[in-house]
């Protein structure tokens, strides 16, 4: 069955970088993009960027544009996304969620994986 | 990108019927034809319940409905359960080959 399943939780000084990592099994790895996104405690799920893991190619959301790289492994099936120069208002969950190419929807998610930011 | 407009909380009674809208632009919404639907309760993975508009994924109850009329798409729940109550959110492709979700409707069930 198809499933992502993500890193475990994480706490961080401010300034300090986090990657968290979304492996994927169940399917063929390169034949759907994966995308992130974060919910910070009280709001709403946020939009962080995308990876092409046939391609590596990625594309991110203005917001964190200089501050966020996603990455990728074929041989392990699994992708990175790593966050620097953390501040308080990054503490969130952060999902990886499955595109097929161009389908315009995520299908399946991963559990999850709270960052918590504290001096 | 701006978040899409939801209203912040909707409920109803067992056996009635809500619609949340969710209104954006003509940058997102209004220009694909590609808004998704995901319901999720706190602690768990979203989980997709409309793509494209108005499209069920097998397994989803046929109570859930997705429409769209121009900058506004709507999502319908008809007889409402308690199972039902959690947050949905919208989510549509925008310019720039990005995506904005929406800003989140918390479902009660009175």
């Known amino acids: 069955q198809v499933q992502l399943v993500q890193s475990g939780a994480e706490v961080k000084k401010p300034g300090a970088s986090v990657k968290v990592s979304c492996k994927a099994s169940?399917?063929?790895?390169?034949?759907?993009?994966i995308h992130w996104v974060r919910q910070a405690p009280g709001q709403g799920l946020e939009y962080m960027g995308i990876?092409?893991?046939?391609?590596?190619?990625?594309n991110y959301a203005q917001k964190f544009q200089g501050r966020v790289t996603m990455t990728r492994d074929t041989s392990t099936s699994t992708v990175n996304m790593e966050l620097s120069s953390l501040s308080s208002d990054d503490t969130a969950v952060y999902y990886c969620?499955?595109?097929?190419?161009?389908?315009?929807?995520?299908?399946?998610w991963g559990q999850g994986t709270l960052v918590t930011v504290s001096s | 990108q701006s978040a899409l407009t939801q209203p912040a909380s909707v409920s109803g009674s067992p056996g009635q019927s809500i619609t949340i809208s969710c209104t954006g632009t003509?940058?997102?919404?209004?220009?694909?034809?590609?808004v998704s639907w995901y319901q999720h309760n706190p602690g768990k993975a979203p989980k997709l319940m409309i793509y494209?508009?108005?499209k069920r994924p097998s397994g989803v109850s046929n109570r859930f409905s997705g429409s769209k009329s121009g900058n506004t798409a709507s999502l319908t729940i008809s007889g409402l359960q308690a199972e039902d109550e959690a947050d949905y959110y919208c989510?549509?492709?925008?310019?720039?080959?990005?995506?904005?979700f929406g800003t989140g409707t918390k479902v009660t069930v009175l």
């Open positions: 969620a499955r595109e097929l190419e161009r389908t315009f929807y995520f299908d399946y």
């Open positions: 169940g399917y063929t790895f390169i034949s759907y993009f």
């Open positions: 990876i092409n893991p046939s391609a590596g190619n990625t």
């Open positions: 003509s940058s997102d919404v209004g220009r694909y034809n590609v």
């Open positions: 494209e508009g108005s």
């Open positions: 989510c549509s492709y925008a310019v720039s080959n990005t995506y904005v």
